[in-house]
């Protein structure tokens, strides 16, 4: 019998048990490890399978930029705690058209400004950035460090360290059924076993509303997300030496909201450029076997020749020697921010739905989880209502 069982073991769970264990001793996290087949896999995937997500301040909503301060604030204490490095503070960059009808960077600039954020604007792209360009009537704000990137793998791999030293229990199964007691909840597992909590804390994000976890439906939206990785030789790598990252509102027909990270160094010991946006070609999918489907096999290749040429346009003369595509998912709530709520009096909570830009902002995500799920009420300064479930 657990004080606390967490269901799901990606960025927000892990963040969610970590500050849960804490509070006691007494505490287990459940989810599968990253499969090393995903053909062959069976059950769900998460999130953080990658080496680069940017992390910053800035944001064009100030409830996100106010995360993303949270979470920079503790990811030396984090680095220290877990032996494990996951932060790199490179700077970024938010370029976009300086048209009447694009208030892109007057709304960062007015967010950056009411919380004192460090920034500075530019119309030519700054010159320790020269190997970057952008269409003539774009502009920017180059945010430095602490902006940057984080190592999604390594950050979960440093939560876990965390909680596995303050005397958490890890559990490398899938959760298929949640069934609440009079006094505790039960849960069962892909794998054939039971386990009994308080509280359980469901951090599931795109499969949230998949097999029997809870009361009732959740309204979420899984999307599609299609990157692209660019190979590059360690020549290009050095040419390419202090970039920051990049989000471009891009004029395009096809692609919308790029992100774009530095050079960095993938699991197989080579060096790849990640790009990713939204495409005309994204759908929404609503059940287990299209998100399971999706992400073993969809037809991602087929916005390779779009997104290939906007990263080529944004770093002019690339010289790579590779080029494939990802795929993975993206859940939004209504509200646009994440979902943490009480489902069930005293037992049963939720913390679950990126809109895209939580894995920089995990941390303090999973804080906010923790303290609901402890104090079974609200107790932040920021509002309850951005991410209730109901109005």
């Known amino acids: 019998m657990f004080d606390y069982l967490v269901i799901g073991k990606g960025l927000m769970g892990t963040a969610v048990a970590k500050y849960l264990s804490n509070v006691s001793n007494n505490v287990a996290v459940l989810g599968p490890d990253e499969p090393t087949d995903w053909a062959k896999h069976e059950g769900v995937f998460a999130s953080h399978y990658d080496q680069g997500r940017i ?16 979470a920079i604030q503790q990811y030396a204490e984090i680095e ?36 004192g954020v460090d920034f500075t604007h530019f119309d030519a ?13 774009c502009g920017g704000i180059h945010e430095p460090a602490p902006a940057g990137y984080i190592n999604p793998r390594s950050l979960v791999a440093a939560q876990l360290k965390i909680f596995a030293d303050n005397g958490g229990t890890i559990l490398r199964e899938t959760a298929v059924s949640v069934l609440p ?45 299609t990157i692209i990785l660019a190979e590059i030789e360690e020549k290009e790598v050095a040419r390419l030496a202090g970039m920051p990252t990049v989000i471009y509102e891009i004029e395009s027909p096809h692609l919308q909201d790029i992100y774009l990270l530095p050079p960095i160094q993938y699991p197989d010991g080579r ?22 489907e999706w992400l073993i096999s969809g ?43 009480e489902l069930l009096k005293g037992q049963l909570y939720v913390v679950t739905a990126g ?36 109005n």
């Open 125 to 137: 792209v700054p010159e320790q950035f020269a190997f970057l360009q952008f269409p003539a009537n």
């Open 355 to 390: 809109n895209g830009s939580s894995a920089k902002s995990s941390d303090a995500i999973g804080q906010l989880a923790a303290s609901l799920a402890i104090n079974e009420t609200w107790q932040d300064s920021l509002a309850q209502h951005h991410f209730a479930l109901g």
């Open 181 to 225: 007691e009079s006094d505790y909840v039960n849960i069962k597992t892909l794998e054939g076993n039971q386990y009994q909590a308080k509280k359980i804390i469901i951090a599931t994000g795109a499969f949230t509303n998949d097999y029997d976890l809870l009361p009732h439906k959740l309204p979420l939206r899984v999307k599609t997300e």
């Open 271 to 292: 060096f790849y450029l990640k790009m990713g946006c939204n495409t005309s070609a994204d759908r929404t999918l609503s059940s287990l076997d299209e998100r399971r």
């Open 299 to 341: 037809n991602s290749d087929h916005m390779l020749t779009p997104m290939r040429a906007a990263l080529e346009s944004i770093i002019p003369n690339l010289k790579a020697i590779s080029w494939q595509t990802k795929r993975c998912l993206i859940t939004y709530t209504e509200k646009g921010y994440p979902a943490i709520d």
């Open 55 to 70: 992390t910053r301040q800035l944001s064009k909503d100030e409830v996100w930029s106010i995360l993303g301060q949270r």
């Open 80 to 115: 220290a705690q877990s032996g494990v490095q996951f932060y790199f503070p490179v700077g970024g960059l938010f370029v976009a058209p300086q048209t009447d009808d694009n208030q892109y960077l007057q709304q960062v600039d007015a967010i950056g400004q009411r919380l």
